[in-house]
């Protein structure tokens, strides 16, 4: 075993002794202190939303803290705390909310690494309860009433739903639908698995879900569950491909992913609803062949990863789909007509609509096929987001309405589209059409 890692075990072993590890020359030293900012919730709940709170009490072994670690709920004026001046490294800490009474009502424990300022944020769970649950939200496949309906369009009064073969809850249809959650048991962090049954309000079954979610240490996640008519659909899980690596969300700079099928409506997930094991399930599909678009967001909503390809399903199975997202970078196009050594408008020269295309220079393969990717002729520039990297020659083909081809000339513009670079309108490569 690396003998950092053992010190690494050894240290989160004997947490309650403190523990800062320094390091080694294998590893990426912390060099910057830094302030410590801790921001809690008790259940997924806020201070000023459980009045049994008195304050929370905050334990960091090896370090003295203000006050000896006991602060109010909101001391800073939010839902935390701010600890000042720590020295790089990582620390060990545990949290507790307290009564007015002394007594523990919540608790939560774990690492920070400082390396510069650092925020904590953890979900306290409450005294003897295991340390993570889900938020748990659905939706109905689209009917006569509506493409999105709602519980009353759908027919549906109560939705029955248990985690890992457990007892069976009831809800109001309302609880978990239209912006609504509603929380599972709090359950050990890791994969489980979801049953939900939508009933009217004669307590027949009309829809029903059964998927897998993940959770988290400290941390409530969310789940999205599609209820089906039958069993006739699939269930996606994506992951995030660089070179030879297979990243998750964190690692690969994601926060959503958007999803449609068939051309349909984009629908956006959070993107750890179908990652690290966990699953997103479309809604009901017929038997065939279905085409699958899944784009991967950052934080600032920038579109960082791609994936499209086929899957075929049969009547009454739910396809299992693993998404290998790949890297996407962008270009940007523009173009000019001539002939006899003068530049033409697209009405001069009797044309309405370009094609263009990218054919990488290493495969010859077209990235549009034969037909392009067809355009007005005013619409330039042209910016495309999702090819994947490489080195490409840009082609373009136009026809007049008198029957004269316009062609770009061979091995004229070559661009390099690099991941996660996306050049904008104003850095247009200009490509010129020739009869």
Known sequence: MNSRLLVALLCLAAVSTGCIIHGEDDYDEPIYPGDATFRWTFGGLRCDEDRDIKGVNITIPGERLANDGQYACQANGFDGIVLHDFAPGIYSFNVEAISYTNEVLYEASGTFRVDGDVTVSIDLAPLGAPPSFAYVNWLFPANSSSGNP?????????????VDGGQWARFD??????????????????????????LDSQQRTLYAHSGRFSTRYGEPTSYTATLRTTSS???????????????????????HVEARIDGGAWVRFSCLEGSSGASVTTPTLNPGNHDLQLVAVDGQNRPWYYYSAQFSIQSGETKQVLAPMWVIGGASIKWELRAGGSALSCSQAGITEVAINFRDVFTGELVYGIVGDRHGCNDAPVVYEFLRPGR???????????????FSVNDSVFINVDGHVFPGASSAALVSLFP
């Open 233 to 255: 659909g699939a269930a996606i899980r994506w992951e995030f491909v660089e070179g030879s690596s297979r990243l998750g969300c964190g690692q690969a700079g994601v926060t």
């Open 150 to 162: 709602n519980c009353n369009q759908a027919g549906v009064a109560f939705v029955d739903a248990r």
């Open 392 to 406: 490409y020659e840009v082609e373009m083909y136009a026809k007049a309405g008198n029957g004269t081809e316009y």
């Open 173 to 198: 249809c309302t609880a978990g639908h239209g912006g609504n959650s509603v929380k599972t048991p709090y359950l050990d962090p890791g994969e489980h698995d979801l049953e939900l049954v939508a």
